[in-house]
């Protein structure tokens, strides 16, 4: 496929094709061919491609208002603003338009509160292998030098720790840092789909640390929350609650938007003017988010991520079990990592000659984020064409 020379920045490595139309799980390029898309978007397309619900309530919105500024009240943002409290049992939200806007409001909320309780230098501590965002703040706090190289001088105010390391965290305690938050993501998407070894217990250790310095202990769930992992957030697989959670890709099945949502002490110490976003909350991407939230709900999608999850991961761990090349297979619902001991960045385009969108991470990590509505019979498709795709690439056929 021959594509005209464009005007587009060169950010991106793209691949040879584009799409015309959406349907459910599935994506039609201009030819007609479809593609099981097992990536939606990078965990944007929560409903699949055309979900009914999602197209009249959008429409409808766009019909009566699409945009007002935030100097008057939104309705529509705070019906959505009471819907994330009520299921992340957190107080209130601050609405952008990309995860790595609600990570900046974040990393600025954390400031605020080390400054309002005395910490004039407030660090935040950070992972090894974490992704956060492109703008200034979020690369710094981003474990990779790859998104970093070339944007020097970095964000100061960072100090990172090796991921599901306790001691290490301990350790920049006991030396009484000034740090003021914890930064994490309960699971690494574009680290490589990692989980820390036993994931309630590293979250409930982190909680206890926070706890004794009075430090925040702020969620990064852009990639893994909004159900993703089978819960609407990963964390609610521990009993620890974050003071901060950010929000963005899947929250609003495609429509822009994020959120940095916060409990009572983290609001205490914002005032009007502290922080904004002119697009942020509007009537149009907040229907969007209220509708994903209500569809999620009405179709039971936090249960079939979860076992929809286990069935992909089970089949292919079964097909695939006489090949040493792989050294895990390992999920949370939806959230799914197959690592090789290769780098295979080339198998996306086995893929695409046999139908299936999938993702590498990290190199080594085939990724995989259907969308939620992904049923059994999709799920079926996609580990049968996936070992094949898997095997081929092996054998280089
Ligand atoms: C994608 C991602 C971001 C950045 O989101 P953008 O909308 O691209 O700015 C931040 N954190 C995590 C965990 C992500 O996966």
Redesign the pocket.
């Known amino acids: 496929m021959k594509f005209f020379k464009n005007h587009v920045l060169n950010t991106y490595n793209r691949l040879p094709l584009s799409f015309e139309r959406g349907e459910g799980v599935w994506l039609f390029d201009k030819s007609g061919k479809k593609y099981l898309d097992a990536l939606s978007g990078?965990a944007v397309n929560t409903l699949g491609h055309n979900h009914h619900e999602l197209i009249n309530a959008i429409s409808k919105q766009a019909s009566k208002l699409i945009h007002v500024s935030n100097y008057y009240h939104i309705e529509e943002q705070c019906l959505l603003a009471a819907k994330l409290a009520s299921i992340s049992t957190l107080d209130s939200v601050f609405f952008c338009n990309?995860?790595?806007?609600a990570?900046e409001a974040a990393i600025k909320f954390a400031r605020l509160f080390g400054h309002k309780n005395g910490n004039d230098a407030p660090n935040i501590i950070v992972m090894e292998r974490a992704?956060?965002?492109?703008t200034m703040a979020?690369l710094t706090a981003t474990g990779s030098r790859k998104v970093q190289a070339g944007f020097e001088p970095l964000v100061p105010g960072f100090i990172r720790v090796p991921f599901d390391d306790i001691k290490a965290i301990q350790h920049i305690a006991d030396k009484k840092n000034k740090v003021v938050a914890i930064m994490v993501?309960p699971i690494q998407?574009?680290g490589g789909i990692n989980i820390a070894n036993d994931m309630k217990s590293y979250l409930e250790s982190l909680r206890k640390i926070c706890d004794e310095n009075n430090w925040l202990l702020m969620f990064?769930e852009?990639?893994c929350g909004i159900g993703r992992t089978g819960k609407w957030f990963a964390y609610q697989y521990s009993d620890v609650k974050p003071d901060v959670l950010m929000l963005?890709?899947g929250l609003a099945s495609g429509v822009p938007i994020?959120a940095c949502v916060v409990n009572d002490k983290v609001a205490s110490v914002v005032s009007a003017g502290k922080h904004g976003s002119t697009f942020g909350g509007n009537p149009l991407a907040c229907i969007a988010g209220l509708t994903t939230l209500k569809s999620v709900e009405k179709e039971n999608l936090l249960e079939n991520a979860f076992e929809q999850g286990a069935f992909i991961v089970e089949t292919l761990a079964k097909n695939l079990s006489s090949r040493r090349e792989i050294i895990s297979i390992r999920n949370m619902g939806l959230m799914i990592g197959i690592e090789l001991n290769q780098a295979c960045n080339d198998i996306v385009k086995y893929g695409l000659d046999e139908g299936i969108l999938i993702n590498v991470t990290a190199d080594k990590v085939i990724r995989l984020l259907p969308p939620l509505i992904i049923n059994r019979g999709e799920a079926t498709i996609l580990t049968t064409i996936l070992t094949k795709v898997i095997q081929d690439f092996l054998e280089r056929r």
């Open positions: 990078v990309s995860g790595c806007e990570n992704f956060h965002g492109r979020t993501e998407g574009e990064d852009v990639q963005a890709k994020g």
